[in-house]
């Protein structure tokens, strides 16, 4: 990712004030808020290919850049499907 080390903090610091606003929404609407944030720490898109569950500027296997790619959107699915009782989704199960 085109992003200075001495940047990384302060765009962690955004993306903490962002979850901490929509969770805060949430509470205020009564539906529940998912934490994916902890759960996806090592899994950023400067990591490669199978480990990172968001897709890089460049270089990437997703055209959608700086959004989740499959193993991403997968782990935010079993984590919903966790928090909210349901049954893990598969790959398959996720296809309408």
Known sequence: M?????????LNDIQATLNDAVRRAA????VTYIDVATASHGH?????????WIEPTTGGTNPVVVHPNA???Q???DRAAAELGSTQL???SARP
């Not at 085109?2 to 302060?10: E, G, H, I, L, S």
């Not at 509470?27 to 009564?30: F, I, L, Q, R, S």
């Open 2 to 10: 085109p992003v200075a080390t001495r940047d990384v903090p302060y």
């Open 27 to 30: 509470e205020a609407t009564d």
């Open 44 to 52: 950023d898109a400067c990591q490669p290919v199978g480990t990172r």
């Open 71 to 73: 193993p991403g959107a």
């Open 75 to 77: 782990a935010m699915a």
């Open 90 to 92: 598969t790959e398959a």
